[in-house]
């Protein structure tokens, strides 16, 4: 397994909590890039990454690696709380301290500690939270510090100087386990991600995307838009839902995407790890209650100046192709 590494960083400590995670074989990587990248040439057999936080939002690298960058399939998702530590070489002393080294995701979680007890201190950018430990027991230096998990301090022998300096405490940071052509069986609390590329840039062409899932009534639990790195402007949408690819009522409104709305790019159906579901968690019967204006005779959404791209065949054949995947 690859991670983000050295030893001692959160994301070493979130796989750590699930037995079969903690049982495997790991290998560090010093970027999200990397151990994606070597998921996808085989190097290892599964990556994991972060991939959000509660406070800073997407790690857009992870995202936009997955979504752009590898035909990855996600596994599983691991939710961690986070809680972050001042710490230091022995002997250091705060009002010597001139630089603060760590990953800016974890530094940016802690500004107003810094701002309060530390204003005039400069910011080093390190690869990882653990990585910034580690760079500091090679330099030696007193005068920086380090914000990490305090796991890092047990690993390279530094101390504590405070604890719990987050800006807002029961933060959490949500990975994902990523690895090549197979998807997880349903448990029947799952969650599916996308990356949605609208056919065209006309009025109503998200609502209609959304009202895929709205006429089903399955639950969004996220959306983010990124750019597509195609042209200026150029813009697709990424969707997490409730439900695995293999319920009925989710593999409907994928294939009716496919073929009327957008471009699909299936990201996974994995197990959820902290997520409310409904009174119908596996999928079930279609609603039969969808708007009439909304549907055209053979039940499909009407989006509007939208082209028909994809034939019913062809999406047919697109969703029978993911769900063969299902091991």
């Given at each position: 397994m690859g991670?983000?590494?050295?030893?001692?960083?959160?994301?070493?400590?979130?796989?750590v909590t699930?037995?079969?995670l903690?049982?495997?074989?790991?290998?560090p990587?010093?970027?999200?890039?990397?151990?994606?990248?070597?998921?996808?040439?085989?190097?290892v057999?599964?990556?994991?990454?972060?991939?959000?936080?509660?406070?800073?939002?997407?790690?857009?690298?992870?995202?936009?690696?997955?979504?752009?960058?590898?035909?990855?399939?996600?596994?599983?998702?691991?939710?961690?709380?986070?809680?972050?530590?001042?710490?230091a070489?022995?002997?250091?002393?705060?009002?010597?301290?001139?630089?603060?080294?760590?990953?800016?995701?974890?530094?940016?979680?802690?500004?107003?500690?810094?701002?309060r007890?530390l204003?005039?201190?400069?910011?080093?950018a390190?690869?990882s939270?653990?990585?910034?430990?580690?760079?500091?027991?090679?330099?030696g230096?007193?005068?920086?510090?380090?914000?990490?998990?305090?796991r890092?301090?047990e690993?390279?022998?530094?101390?504590?100087?405070?604890?719990g300096?987050?800006?807002?405490?029961?933060?959490?940071t949500?990975?994902?386990?990523v690895?090549?052509?197979?998807?997880p069986p349903?448990?029947?609390?799952?969650?599916?991600?996308?990356v949605v590329?609208?056919?065209?840039?006309?009025?109503?062409?998200?609502?209609?995307?959304?009202g895929?899932?709205?006429?089903?009534?399955?639950?969004i639990?996220?959306?983010?838009?990124?750019?597509t790195?195609?042209s200026?402007?150029?813009?697709?949408?990424?969707?997490d839902?409730?439900?695995?690819?293999?319920?009925?009522?989710?593999?409907?409104?994928l294939?009716?995407?496919?073929?009327?709305?957008?471009?699909?790019?299936?990201?996974?159906?994995?197990?959820?790890?902290?997520?409310?579901?409904?009174?119908?968690?596996?999928?079930?019967?279609?609603?039969?209650?969808?708007?009439?204006?909304?549907?055209?005779?053979?039940?499909?959404?009407?989006?509007?100046?939208?082209?028909?791209?994809?034939s019913?065949?062809?999406?047919d054949?697109?969703?029978?192709?993911v769900?063969?995947?299902?091991?």
């Amino acid at each position: 397994m690859g991670f983000l590494g050295p030893a001692g960083t959160f994301t070493e400590q979130a796989l750590v909590t699930r037995k079969y995670l903690a049982a495997m074989r790991r290998q560090p990587f010093n970027s999200m890039l990397q151990v994606l990248k070597s998921v996808e040439s085989g190097v290892v057999d599964v990556g994991f990454v972060p991939i959000e936080n509660m406070i800073e939002g997407a790690v857009t690298s992870s995202i936009d690696t997955l979504a752009f960058g590898t035909g990855l399939l996600i596994q599983d998702e691991v939710i961690m709380d986070v809680s972050l530590a001042l710490m230091a070489l022995p002997g250091t002393e705060l009002q010597n301290v001139k630089y603060i080294l760590s990953y800016p995701l974890a530094s940016a979680q802690c500004s107003r500690f810094v701002t309060r007890r530390l204003p005039d201190v400069v910011m080093v950018a390190a690869n990882s939270t653990a990585g910034a430990a580690s760079d500091l027991v090679a330099r030696g230096d007193l005068d920086t510090v380090v914000i990490a998990p305090q796991r890092a301090a047990e690993v390279y022998g530094l101390e504590v100087l405070e604890v719990g300096i987050e800006d807002r405490p029961g933060n959490k940071t949500r990975f994902l386990l990523v690895g090549r052509d197979t998807v997880p069986p349903p448990t029947g609390r799952d969650k599916t991600s996308l990356v949605v590329y609208q056919r065209a840039d006309a009025p109503g062409s998200l609502v209609g995307i959304l009202g895929e899932f709205v006429a089903r009534s399955i639950n969004i639990t996220s959306l983010q838009s990124r750019p597509t790195k195609a042209s200026l402007g150029s813009y697709c949408f990424l969707i997490d839902c409730e439900g695995h690819v293999m319920d009925e009522k989710l593999g409907d409104a994928l294939r009716n995407l496919q073929m009327r709305a957008a471009s699909v790019k299936f990201l996974g159906s994995y197990p959820a790890d902290s997520v409310g579901h409904g009174d119908d968690p596996t999928g079930g019967a279609l609603r039969e209650d969808v708007d009439a204006s909304y549907v055209d005779d053979e039940g499909y959404l009407v989006l509007a100046g939208v082209p028909d791209q994809t034939s019913r065949e062809e999406a047919d054949a697109w969703l029978a192709d993911v769900r063969s995947r299902v091991v």
